[in-house]
């Protein structure tokens, strides 16, 4: 992505604020620009990047690497320890990238064991009470509604869209552009591009609306649209197990979005795929 969105005002002077009701430990680092507002608290392992305004009563502490133009609201407490009974004080880490909106109350927790960490990435909206639990990676683009709770070792990839009022059950992974309906109990991997609703989940259909705005129905003349929608009626609408869908899937030559789907399932179903992740890194 080019540009920013849901950024701050960015002010024309490039010193650091610090309003006087605030606690910042001096060993914290704050780059150029950065307005922390009152009441808030910020520990001495904290880093925050140029021109981001921390609102009023924010608690950042731990581990803690924000980067540039992130917008924190009131009541929000980022890089704590995480709520997981394993937890033996491990210094671990919580990474946020550039240009996040992180409203009001969310909690976002450090990862459990040494050398882990929960990351999010560019250009997020986590609206007021959500909760990302340990170890959690979300990707960029991503909408995610009021009042979402996020369990342990949850991934969430690019552009999806999440309604609000929902629980997400540890270790599931959501693709990318997936949308996922208000209230819905999330207890199994979301693949990318589809409908999810229900009590429990349950595919619906493709996210025809995310895929249109997404552009992929002006890529080659709309036949990558129209595979796509192949390969997911083969996949989730015929008479075939998942495994069956897949080989007949794959018997063609495949674009991207219909090979991300088909390798999203594939990894869905096999075996242990329902345990920590450690083959995600912090290189992008």
């Known amino acids: 992505m080019t540009e920013l969105r849901n950024l701050p005002p960015i002010s024309p002077q490039t010193s650091t604020q610090i309003h006087p009701a605030a606690v910042v430990d001096p060993r914290a680092e704050l780059d150029q620009g ?8 910020i520990g001495p392992e904290v880093k925050i990047g140029a021109h981001s305004w921390i609102g009023p009563n924010v608690v950042l502490d731990g581990r803690l690497t924000m980067g540039s133009q992130n917008r924190v609201f009131p009541g929000a407490c980022l890089g704590q320890e995480p709520q997981d009974l394993k937890y033996r004080g491990a210094s671990t880490e919580v990474v946020i990238g550039d240009g996040n909106t992180i409203r009001e109350c969310v909690t976002i ?5 040494v050398g882990e960490f929960t990351r999010i990435g560019d250009q997020n909206l986590l609206m007021a009470y959500c909760h990302l639990g340990h ?20 991934v969430i990839e690019d552009r999806a869209v999440i309604g609000g009022c929902l629980g997400i059950h540890q270790f599931v992974h959501i693709g990318s552009l997936a949308m996922v309906g208000g209230m819905t109990r999330v207890d199994r991997d979301v693949p990318p591009f589809c409908l999810v609703e229900g009590h429990p989940g349950r595919i619906r259909s493709l996210n025809r609306v995310g895929l249109r705005r997404s552009g ?10 129209k595979q ?14 998942i495994s069956e869908g897949l080989s007949r899937a794959r018997e063609k030559r495949l674009m991207p979005s219909s090979e991300h789907l088909c390798d999203f399932v594939q990894a869905s179903i096999e075996k242990g795929r329902r345990g920590p992740m450690p083959s995600i890194s912090l290189n992008r």
């Open 34 to 41: 950065v307005i922390i507002g009152p009441g808030a608290v």
């Open 109 to 113: 927790n450090r990862a459990t064991d």
């Open 135 to 154: 170890n959690c990676v979300l990707g960029d683009g991503i909408v995610m509604s009021n009042a979402i709770q996020v369990a342990g070792h949850v």
């Open 216 to 225: 992929l129905e002006q890529r080659e003349d709309g036949e990558e649209l």
């Open 228 to 241: 796509l929608q192949e390969v997911w009626s083969i996949l989730f609408r015929s008479d075939n197990v």
